[in-house]
């Protein structure tokens, strides 16, 4: 059963800077596109960027363009999640998550659901 475990969470003000790390377990790692998703309490878990299973492919919500970045490492089953100039709205329980890519092949392709999730790590940023 493939496992993910988040870290790299913490409490910033305004501005400052966070790096998130996901470690992917008991899985072929180079099989999945990975993203990270933020949820904040009394909303829908949001996808906040997501990298293909090369890394050629990588899509950001609009509200973290130019702030975020997104990036893995597959021989050493890792996903990152560098956040500069954090604001406040940024705050939230962050998710790691994996979807399977039948084809390996599709080096571009990220399906819509993603069936496999880490246990999230709070960011929290102060003005």
């Known amino acids: 059963q493939p496992r993910l475990a988040e870290s790299g969470g913490g409490s910033v003000q305004a501005g400052g800077s966070l790096r998130l790390s996901c470690e992917g377990s008991e899985m072929t790692y180079d099989r999945y596109c990975m993203a990270w998703f933020r949820q904040v309490p009394g909303k829908e878990r949001d996808r906040v960027a997501s990298i293909s299973i090369n890394g050629g492919s990588i899509t950001y919500a609009d509200s973290v363009k130019d702030r975020f970045t997104i990036s893995r490492d597959n021989a050493k089953k890792m996903l990152f999640l560098q956040m500069d100039t954090l604001q406040p709205e940024d705050t939230g329980v962050y998710f790691c998550?994996?979807?399977?890519?039948?084809?390996?092949?599709?080096?571009?392709?990220?399906?819509?659901?993603?069936?496999?999730w880490g246990q999230g790590t709070q960011v929290t940023v102060s003005s």
């Open positions: 998550a994996a979807g399977y890519v039948p084809s390996p092949f599709a080096v571009g392709y990220c399906p819509t659901e993603f069936g496999t």
